[in-house]
């Protein structure tokens, strides 16, 4: 062996070359190592550039959104505000329009003439001298003083007419109401729940309590406790045709709070427009604690609680004044 040493017992392989074979291998996958965390480095710096490009581009894009947004409403008040200011520059415009169209003939100057009465003459003698305005005089005054009032009748009623908006109604001057033909509402209740002319009705008392929530007896009851107050009767408006039956008024309320619809679901079928329904229903909740509710919204007396108890104990429910959980119950 020449005196060489080996690294392996027994192995005819020199200790130099062998430990030379596993520094190159060593270094090799040092280097291996370094270009795999190299890349993966590559990699994470990569991936964190996109998702910072990523997150710059969401934030660049929703304040470009903000902004657009911002500049949308600015841009809407700003023409409101501008709406708003060019209706009121209008209206002072027209009201002195109005204001400054007074002719100039409408005070007259009437020459003033003084007339000392005679001394010595009788007291007919005086008035006559005292009334020394001819009659042209007279009628130019008379005709210049009725024609001031009436100036200023039509200027009051031109600025009352600027700031009123147009309401619909019967009264002279406003949009006329819609033809609703309140004699056709009042033609279909009769005809589907009471009959018309000697026919049944289309409906029974059995869908009328299923649609109005009571029944056709407690109806009817307050039917004519209300038929005869101001809002409910029926009357005749300004251009001589009569108004809505209290009937289609009162079945209207029970249809908003039987089925909690809103005031103008009802107008197809009895004719009402929306403001007479709310109206009716405020007037009714009104009538109904006032008038009913001393009455039957109250606790029950004792004798009356006595009675309650006695017929659930008969029923095998003693002790019982009244339990929603044996709504249900099917008594023998």
Request: hydrophobic fraction near 35%; include cysteine; glycine fraction near 8%.
């Amino acid at each position: 062996m020449g005196g060489e040493e080996s690294c392996i017992p027994g192995a005819g392989v020199p200790l130099s070359s062998t430990c030379a074979v596993d520094d190159r291998g060593r270094h090799r996958r040092a280097r291996y190592h370094r270009a795999r965390h190299r890349r993966a480095g590559y990699d994470r710096a990569r991936h964190r550039l996109a998702r910072d490009r990523r997150a710059r581009y969401r934030r660049t894009r929703d304040r470009r959104a903000r902004d657009r947004r911002a500049r949308y409403r600015r841009a809407r008040h700003r023409r409101a505000r501008n709406r708003r200011a060019r209706y009121r520059r209008a209206r002072y415009r027209r009201a002195r329009h109005l204001c400054s169209r007074s002719p100039c003939s409408l005070h007259p100057r009437v020459p003033r003439t003084v007339s000392r009465p005679v001394r010595g003459a009788g007291a007919m003698d005086g008035a006559m001298a005292l009334s020394g305005i001819d009659d042209a005089t007279t009628s130019v005054v008379v005709a210049a003083h009725v024609a001031t009032l009436l100036e200023a009748r039509r200027r009051a009623l031109a600025a009352a007419q600027i700031h009123r908006p147009r309401y619909r109604g019967s009264v002279p001057g406003r949009i006329p109401n819609r033809p609703r033909n309140f004699a056709l509402g009042l033609q279909c209740i009769l005809r589907d729940f009471f009959g018309v002319d000697g026919l049944p009705p289309v409906f029974g008392r059995e869908q009328f309590g299923r649609r109005f929530r009571v029944p056709m007896s407690v109806f009817l009851r307050i039917y004519r406790a209300i038929k005869d107050r101001r809002f409910w009767m029926q009357r005749i408006h300004a251009t001589g045709q009569p108004q809505a039956h209290p009937l289609q008024k009162l079945v209207a309320v029970f249809r908003v709070l039987a089925y909690g619809e809103s005031y103008d679901r009802a107008d197809e079928y009895v004719r009402l427009s929306r403001s007479t329904i709310a109206t009716a229903v405020k007037l009714f909740t009104e009538f109904m604690v006032d008038d009913f509710g001393p009455l039957y919204l109250r606790p029950p007396t004792w004798r009356e609680i006595g009675s309650i108890l006695t017929r659930n104990a008969e029923r095998g429910l003693p002790g019982c004044l009244g339990l929603l959980d044996c709504s249900h119950w099917e008594w023998s």
